[in-house]
């Protein structure tokens, strides 16, 4: 935690943004270069990516669930570095060891909201101990902020509305859409954004 004391428009910022101004910003999506991870040399690549960061932005996507009983284990883990988002299908195996080792990693600070559900779901896929987690809901709500969605928290901290678009697709399927790809990749790397937000704010 920084012990220094939030800029002073932090301090005066909302604790809340309404559904209308949420509606009223500009609409942002993840730019950069996305990767899936598929094949040997893309998973040394973004491994080698991964653990060259102090911070990433994590997040996961779960097939959607629509009858009661029904549920699912996560089908993508995303990642994003500075230089890019990672998204890696959760059904190829070759993929766990290295997930495990970026959550096993004291030195790199993986943030993303909501997570112990998407941590307590993906030891089902393949097992870690958490090291170097920071939820930013948490966080924020420890601040006194009364909405911690990540949307919400883009609205307040970043300026921008991230959208909704593919939330309830099938992350499951083994050709994901330029949509899906878009939309997984734009939850990590908005993440990310956060966090370094938070700490330039004084907040984590």
Sequence with gaps: MNDHMPSAPQRDAARAISRDDLIDLPVRRY???VHLVATPDALEAAAADIRSERV???DTETRPAFRK???YLPSLAQVATARAVYIF???APDAHPALADLLQAAHTVKAGVALAYDLKTLKQVFPFTEKG???LGQVARRSGYTQTGVRNLAGMFLGFRIPKGAKTTNWSAPQLTAAQITYAATDAWVCRELFL?????GLA
């Design 69 to 71: 009983g029904e549920s």
């Design 89 to 91: 299908q959760l059904r």
């Design 133 to 135: 987690i920071i939820d």
């Design 197 to 201: 937000k938070f700490e330039a704010s």
């Design 31 to 33: 730019e950069g270069p």
């Design 56 to 58: 990433v932005g994590f």
